[in-house]
């Protein structure tokens, strides 16, 4: 039995974090989210070149087709490969032959120089024709002057920023920082340390996985007015899992709640990237409806079709060879864990 949806959106990924997986471990091991950005994020981020960053971006698209994903809305650091970034990245989902939405994360890690240079990317991005947002990594690493000339120019072009926004307690002044910046085109990614009353316009986009895995608490997102659609944030593109996950810990904070608030958040990514309406998911199970999905492991695309092509059959992409893909990414993986 099987079933079609339209393809899946991932709302916040990150394609750069690929090549993560088996890096060596951090001098010290982390005790908070500060930290594992400090010794774990940023060291990677800093030691990619455009390389590593073309092959762990189809790496990540290979794995956004094999899942059902035809969207990706992606957030992109690589503070020592900054010009040309977003092209890499569009290409190789291209060649995968997979929709995304791409943005330079800029800050002022690195000094006014680098915020400026992201900021710079973002624009030759956009203006010449990429999709994508302003990106801004999150408003406590960046000066107001970085975060009013991001909301700036994301105004001039028509489209919003795209910032992490109170993740972790580093960023609780994050509502205070951004007030009066934000409109509804603005993506703001976390909110777990958000008041429910925090003023911002924008779509929520909640990491349940990725949270659970920072330890930086529950955004439990019902409690928000805005918009709310799901991501990964860098961990895959398994929105299915994202959606069982988001199930599972909304009924963490109240037992009386069923998966339909999860799905909503899943269906939301249609409103970022509504090309996506228009792909073709075929299933190995049916149906495709929360209740069963939320208790239904191993449900995986048979088939995707995109603008009228068949970009994956029998599961397996048909545009690249993904064992070859996974090849080139490890040999990259390897050189990159060799410089952290
Ligand atoms: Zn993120």
């Known amino acids: ?19 993560a997986r088996g890096m060596p471990p951090p001098p010290k091991t982390p005790t908070t989210f500060l930290e594992i950005l400090e010794q774990i994020w940023w060291r990677l981020d800093t030691a990619l070149d455009l390389d590593m960053l073309r092959w762990s971006a189809m790496l990540g698209a290979v794995e956004a087709l094999e899942n059902g994903t035809t969207a990706i809305v992606d957030h ?12 890499v990245i569009a290409e190789a989902c291209a060649e995968v032959g997979v929709r995304v939405n791409t943005a330079y994360g800029i800050t002022d890690r690195h000094g006014p120089d680098g915020a400026r240079r992201g900021l710079a990317e973002n624009e030759r991005f956009l203006k010449g024709g990429g999709q994508g947002f302003v990106g801004v990594h999150a408003s406590f690493t960046c000066s107001d002057e970085s975060l009013e000339a991001a909301a700036g120019l994301a105004d ?15 960023d609780i002044e ?3 920082r951004l007030d009066g910046l934000t409109n509804e085109r603005w993506l703001l990614v976390h909110g777990v340390h958000l ?80 090309e996506a309406r228009g792909d073709q998911v075929t299933w190995s199970y049916e149906p495709m409806d929360p209740w069963h999905l939320a208790f239904t492991p191993g449900v995986m ?40």
């Open 156 to 170: 001039d072009l028509g489209v919003g920023v795209h910032i992490h926004v109170a993740e972790g307690v580093d």
């Open 195 to 274: 008041p429910a009353d925090h003023g911002l316009s924008g779509t929520m986009v909640h990491n349940p996985r990725s949270n659970l895995n920072n330890a930086v608490g529950y955004a439990n997102p019902v409690r928000f007015s805005n918009p709310v659609a799901l991501g990964t944030d860098g961990i895959g593109a398994n929105m299915i899992e994202a959606f069982r996950l988001a199930y599972v810990m909304q009924r963490s904070v109240d037992v009386t709640s069923g998966p339909d608030d999860a799905w909503s958040w899943l269906e939301a990514g249609w409103d970022l990237m509504p």
């Open 76 to 87: 992109h650091e690589s503070p020592n490969a900054i010009e040309g970034s977003l092209d």
């Open 174 to 176: 994050a509502a205070t």
């Open 301 to 340: 695309p048979v088939e995707i079709t995109i603008d009228g092509e068949v970009v994956l059959a029998d599961g397996k992409p048909t545009r690249v060879d993904a064992a070859e893909v996974r090849a080139r990414a490890r040999e990259q993986a390897a050189r990159l864990h060799a410089k952290l």
């Open 1 to 19: 039995m099987t079933a079609t949806t339209p393809g899946l959106v991932c709302a916040h990924h990150h394609l750069y974090s690929a090549l």
